[in-house]
DNA sequence: CGACTTTAGACAGAGAATCTGACCATCGTC
DNA sequence: GACGATGGTCAGATTCTCTGTCTAAAGTCG
C-alpha cells in the first residue's frame, strides 16, 4: 500500500505515536495505573478545576463516562472532586499532587517528542504546522 | 482555557472532527449499523483484500479484536473472509460490494470535509499541511 | 415569591470493545 | 521430517461506553 492516505489518517498517526510515547512513559515514572480512557479525560482538567460536564464535552462522551472515569482517576489519587463556589449542583474536579506529578512527567515527555519531530521536519515546518493546525481548530473544535 | 494545546492535540481535534462527520454521513446513507470501532478496521482493507493479522497491526489492537470486529463486518455484509491463495493459514478479508458502496460514501465526505479545511486554510496552507504530515508519517508509523 | 424548565451530577443496567491465555493448523528452515 | 514461528480461532474477564431514570440546585417568568 503506497497510497498516500487521507489527510485525516494522516492526522491520527503522530497523534497515536504521541499518546502511545506518553502513556509508556507515565508507566515507566511509576503511573502505571493510568488508562488511555483515564488519560484523555485527566488531561483536559484545568488548573483551577474543571466540571465533570465540561470534561465529559470536551472529550466528547457522555458524562456518566466521564463520572465513571473520574471515580477511577480519584480512588488512585490523580484528583479529588471539591465543590463549586459557584454553583451548588456542580462538583469540581480538581488535579490532586500526585495528579501534578503525573502531568509533569507527561509534559516532559510531550516535549522530547516534539523536539523529534521538530529536528526530523526543520523548525520552520514545525512552527507551520502548528499554526495551521492551530487554525483548523478554529472549524473543527466546537470548544475552541 | 485560551492556552495554545499541544501539537499532539492539536492533531487530535481535526482526526476526530473528520471520523464525526464520515460516521455521520454513512448512517445519513443507510449504513447506519457501523460502529467507530468498526470503521477504523473497515478502512484498513486494501482493494485485494488484507490479512486479519496486518489489520490488528496496523489498527494497532490484537488480532482477537480485529477478528471480533470482521465478525461483525462480515455479519453485516460489508466484507467476506476467502482463503489466502499465497497462505494456508491465512484468509483474506475482502470488501463485498455493499462494502465498496459504503467506502465510496465515506471517500465523498472525506473530500468534502477536506474542501471545507482548503477552503478555510487556503490551497498553500492545506498542500504544505498534507506535505508536511506524510513526512512525519515516516517517523510515527511503523507501517508506513 | 412560586411554578416551570433547565442543568449538574449520580445510580443502575446493558452493550460494545478490548485484552490475556490457550489452542490448532500451516509455513519455513535446517 | 522435526521444530520454531506465524495466522487464526475459542473462551473468559475486564474496561469502556451508552440509554434511561432520578435528585438537587439554578435560572426564568408570571
Known amino acids: 500500500m503506497t497510497t498516500t492516505p487521507t489527510v ?3 492526522l ?3 497523534y497515536r505515536a ?3 510515547r506518553v502513556l509508556a512513559a ?3 515514572a511509576g503511573f502505571d495505573d493510568v488508562t488511555l480512557a483515564q488519560a484523555r479525560v485527566f488531561q483536559r482538567i484545568g488548573p483551577n478545576g474543571t466540571r465533570l460536564t465540561d470534561l465529559a464535552e ?3 462522551v457522555t458524562k456518566q463516562t466521564a463520572g465513571f472515569l473520574v471515580d477511577q482517576l480519584e480512588r488512585a489519587g490523580y484528583v479529588r472532586r471539591g465543590p463549586d463556589p459557584e454553583d451548588g449542583r456542580a ?3 480538581r488535579i490532586t499532587s500526585r495528579g501534578s506529578a503525573a502531568q509533569a512527567a507527561a509534559a516532559e515527555v ?6 523529534e519531530w521538530e529536528k526530523h521536519l526543520g523548525s520552520r515546518r514545525m512552527g507551520a504546522l502548528r499554526e495551521t493546525l492551530v487554525r483548523l481548530r478554529e472549524i473543527t473544535d466546537p470548544y475552541a
Open 8 to 10: 485525516g489518517l494522516l
Open 18 to 20: 504521541m499518546e502511545t
Open 91 to 93: 462538583r469540581l474536579v
Open 58 to 60: 470536551q472529550a466528547q
Open 26 to 28: 507515565l508507566a515507566e
Open 110 to 115: 510531550v516535549a522530547e517528542v516534539e523536539a
Open 12 to 14: 491520527f498517526l503522530p
